[in-house]
């Protein structure tokens, strides 16, 4: 299958493949494809979903670096010094920033209050009322798009920065990524339609009342991005020759810290990013309806690719590996 095949098999497609809008890859520093659908360009965004997570994952990292997060077992309370803390609770006292970033945080619900949180004026504050709880802390890996909320807001408590503004100044910017911008609303209705719109989005991230990032999902990138943040991971943390996050975090990062279970394909996981094989550096940061950053050391290639909603897509590292490798 050529270049031209590839495009073709795409726009054909009725099956998983039927919703990507834009596959943009690097390999050995230099561009190796581009192509877009559904009338996307290739600097347009799109909400990546849970990529978002794999960026908050840069974004501590960096403040690590920087002195403003101890290191990742500093407790979560030390940034929430005024925070009331419910009459019982005492688990919430125990987690650290490792917790949110292995997704081992405990929390006090069955499913995520995903309504209780989105329409409160403060959401992280409103995620902060679940956490911990009576089992205290097992471990276990619980899978907590909203628990990330909490990570936003350490980020901010301990720059004194908006996580918006602290990501564009020593990320994107650094990166020759566009500045983002808050997207604003955040109205029951829109947020719907962040989700469902398949048209272009502006260079914006979602957030809430406080003008807080959401941190588990909203933002929105363009594949060309999502790829030069694949190259920076590739590269140890130097983007055009400037450190942009240090190599002993992102090696730390990467590290494999949990392995996952059936319901999500037995990979390896991180910091907020996977590890699809045990014997292979391929890495990736995922996201819902086929969002993905994926990295592939062994041929110095990271692959970026976005997709409008289409709920249950977990074969973006099959696609990648199957389909658009051997074009490139």
Same mark, same amino acid.
């Given at each position: 299958m050529n270049k031209e095949q590839l495009h073709n098999f795409i726009l054909q497609s009725t099956g998983n493949e039927s919703n990507i809008c834009q596959i943009y890859a690097i390999k050995d520093g230099k561009t190796a494809f581009d192509d877009c659908w559904h009338?996307?360009?290739?600097e347009d965004a799109m909400n990546v979903n849970s990529v978002t997570k794999g960026i908050m994952a840069l974004l501590a990292g960096i403040a690590m670096d920087m002195g403003y997060i101890k290191?990742?077992?500093?407790?979560?309370? /030390? %940034?929430?010094?005024?925070?009331?803390?419910?009459r019982g609770e005492k688990t919430i006292y125990e987690v650290t920033v490792r917790h949110l970033l292995t997704m081992t945080a405990p929390y006090k619900y069955k499913s995520e209050p995903w309504t209780?949180?989105?329409?409160?004026?403060?959401?992280?504050l409103t995620v902060l009322d679940f956490l911990g709880g009576r089992k205290g802390i097992t471990g276990e890996f619980k899978y907590a798009t909203l628990g990330i909320q909490i990570l936003a807001g350490v980020i901010e408590r301990s720059t004194g920065e908006k996580c918006i503004d602290f990501a564009n100044k020593y990320l994107f910017t650094p990166l020759g990524i566009s500045e983002r911008i808050l997207h604003g609303d955040s109205s029951k209705e829109d947020q719907? /339609? %962040?989700f469902m719109n398949k048209n272009p989005r502006k260079p914006e991230w979602y957030s809430d009342p406080q003008q807080a990032v959401t941190a588990g999902w909203g933002l929105c990138m363009s594949a060309k991005e999502m790829a030069v943040i694949g190259e920076l991971v590739l590269n140890g943390g130097m983007y055009d020759g400037i450190r942009i996050i240090s190599e002993e975090y992102l090696s730390d990062m990467l590290k494999v810290h949990l392995k996952l279970d059936e319901r999500m394909g037995f990979m390896n996981y991180g910091y907020l990013w996977y590890k699809p094989f045990d014997d292979r550096d391929v890495f990736a940061?995922?996201?819902?309806?086929?969002?993905?950053?994926y990295v592939?050391?062994?041929k110095n290639i990271?692959?970026?690719?976005?997709?409008? %909603?289409?709920?249950?897509?977990?074969?973006?590292?099959?696609?990648i590996e199957g389909k658009v490798l051997p074009v490139i």
């Amino acid at each position: 299958m050529n270049k031209e095949q590839l495009h073709n098999f795409i726009l054909q497609s009725t099956g998983n493949e039927s919703n990507i809008c834009q596959i943009y890859a690097i390999k050995d520093g230099k561009t190796a494809f581009d192509d877009c659908w559904h009338g996307f360009k290739t600097e347009d965004a799109m909400n990546v979903n849970s990529v978002t997570k794999g960026i908050m994952a840069l974004l501590a990292g960096i403040a690590m670096d920087m002195g403003y997060i101890k290191n990742v077992d500093q407790k979560v309370m /030390d %940034f929430f010094p005024d925070y009331t803390v419910k009459r019982g609770e005492k688990t919430i006292y125990e987690v650290t920033v490792r917790h949110l970033l292995t997704m081992t945080a405990p929390y006090k619900y069955k499913s995520e209050p995903w309504t209780k949180v989105c329409t409160s004026n403060d959401w992280t504050l409103t995620v902060l009322d679940f956490l911990g709880g009576r089992k205290g802390i097992t471990g276990e890996f619980k899978y907590a798009t909203l628990g990330i909320q909490i990570l936003a807001g350490v980020i901010e408590r301990s720059t004194g920065e908006k996580c918006i503004d602290f990501a564009n100044k020593y990320l994107f910017t650094p990166l020759g990524i566009s500045e983002r911008i808050l997207h604003g609303d955040s109205s029951k209705e829109d947020q719907f /339609d %962040f989700f469902m719109n398949k048209n272009p989005r502006k260079p914006e991230w979602y957030s809430d009342p406080q003008q807080a990032v959401t941190a588990g999902w909203g933002l929105c990138m363009s594949a060309k991005e999502m790829a030069v943040i694949g190259e920076l991971v590739l590269n140890g943390g130097m983007y055009d020759g400037i450190r942009i996050i240090s190599e002993e975090y992102l090696s730390d990062m990467l590290k494999v810290h949990l392995k996952l279970d059936e319901r999500m394909g037995f990979m390896n996981y991180g910091y907020l990013w996977y590890k699809p094989f045990d014997d292979r550096d391929v890495f990736a940061a995922i996201g819902d309806s086929g969002n993905i950053i994926y990295v592939n050391k062994e041929k110095n290639i990271s692959v970026g690719m976005t997709g409008t %909603f289409k709920p249950r897509i977990f074969d973006r590292v099959q696609f990648i590996e199957g389909k658009v490798l051997p074009v490139i």
